[in-house]
């Protein structure tokens, strides 16, 4: 019996040490089948697979709401996340490193119907267009090309219709609840070729389908091996995992999602009536004596600002989004120079900085006529060599 006993105890020792579970989190897209039995099956492989090579028991959890698992990506609740490309993106602000990328991109196409008299995106303005789930990646992808273009998706489109299945979207088109729809490319091909005379409105860029994220928190030697073992997949569980729409695995990094990271959360890439100048024709213009204002707080001044900017600070109490209320917010133009017919400079801290959109906006409703919005700041600035200055 004593031989049991110390078994018993060799046992419940090894179990003390033995490496805990890793949780492997899968959000699946709205056109993904997350109940079907196959779906289920092959990523129960995939994370015993991972299991074997991380030589720790990886558990798998499964869902599709996008939104909830968005809540606990901010609040950094996962070690390992393979998620939809907007998620992944929203992981990259939130604490997480991607380490992995589906080998399919994902590309998303507006189309419109034969009947519709659509043939571009202006001529979609005052129209309808059907989204599939607001959380997922077509729709998010649709808000972020809108977002780029200056404008507001309820402003510029007479309806936004969201349905949850990506079926019903093709449903709505086809039964004129809407003259223009949002399809991922394969669909919007297949559709197009059943029904002449239907158009592909606008095609959006290309983005990795899906991707796997880490948490920061966990060791970089783990995060490596994440990354390995995505890449190692056998050929039979990486065809599953295809036929399940999941896909095989390319190593990734942030490059790879940088793009769809900072759709719809960057400013708009355009904005009429002003101009966008770079890094070297902001030096040329400052050097001509023209006025650079800096609307960033103040704090954010003294850290670090270019020579010469004068600091009057865009007090942003509206939302970072291209439809907002300039009245809740607040801009001293008494410490502008008084000429609005006069070339003026407004900087902030980069392409994801609100500030000095919203002051070139600002300047623009209120007359003034030579608006120049160094849209990518401070970073392009120091990025061109240019010298910087601290203090007040």
């Not at 589906?102 to 005052?126: F, P």
């Not at 919007?188 to 959006?204: E, F, M, Q, S, Y």
């Not at 890094?279 to 704090?299: C, F, W, Y």
Request: charged share 20%; net charge positive.
């Amino acid at each position: 019996m004593r031989w049991l006993s110390a078994l018993c105890l060799s046992i419940l020792a090894w179990a003390a040490h033995a490496s805990p579970a890793l949780v492997l989190n899968v959000t699946l897209d709205y056109d993904q089948e997350r109940d079907h039995a196959t779906t289920r099956a092959v990523l129960g492989d995939l994370a015993n697979f991972l299991g074997g090579e991380l030589k720790q028991p990886v558990k798998l959890i499964m869902t599709q709401n996008a939104e909830r698992v968005g809540e606990h990506i901010r609040t950094g609740s996962y070690a390992m996340l393979l998620a939809p490309a907007q998620l992944v993106g929203l992981a990259m602000r939130s604490g997480y490193t991607p380490v992995a990328k589906t080998e399919q991109e994902a590309q998303v196409v507006l189309v419109a119907g034969a009947n519709s008299r659509i043939r571009s995106l202006d001529d979609a303005r005052g129209k309808r267009i059907v989204l599939p789930h607001q959380e997922s990646l077509v729709s998010y992808m649709v808000r972020g090309e809108m977002n780029a273009l200056g404008h507001s998706p309820t402003r510029f489109f007479r309806q936004v219709n969201y349905v949850n299945q990506y079926g019903a979207v093709l449903y709505a088109l086809e039964i004129g609840q809407a003259e223009l729809a949002a399809l991922k490319s394969d669909v919007a091909r297949d559709w197009i070729g059943r029904n002449p005379g239907a158009t592909a409105v606008k095609t959006l860029a290309s983005v990795p389908q899906a991707g796997v994220v880490v948490s920061d928190k966990l060791s970089p030697d783990l995060r490596d091996r994440i990354r390995s073992a995505f890449t190692r997949i056998d050929a039979n569980l990486e065809s599953r995992l295809k036929r399940a729409r999941v896909g095989g695995f390319d190593p990734a990094d942030r490059h790879d999602f940088e793009f769809v990271s900072t759709r719809g959360f960057y400013t708009p890439e355009v904005l009429a009536g002003v101009s966008i100048p770079s890094a070297e024709q902001v030096k040329s213009m400052l050097d001509l004596g023209v006025p650079l204002i800096d609307v960033r707080p103040h704090a954010h001044f003294r850290e670090g600002h270019i020579p010469g900017a004068v600091n009057v600070t865009y007090v942003m109490n509206s939302p970072k989004e291209v439809e907002y209320d300039d009245s809740v917010d607040s801009f001293d133009l008494g410490k502008l120079p008084k000429d609005k017919n006069a070339p003026l400079i407004v900087q902030c801290n980069g392409a994801e900085c609100w500030y000095s959109y919203k002051a070139a906006r600002y300047l623009l409703k209120r007359g003034y006529t030579k608006i120049h919005w160094f849209r990518t700041g401070l970073p392009a600035w120091k990025a061109a060599g240019q010298p910087v200055r601290r203090g007040s």
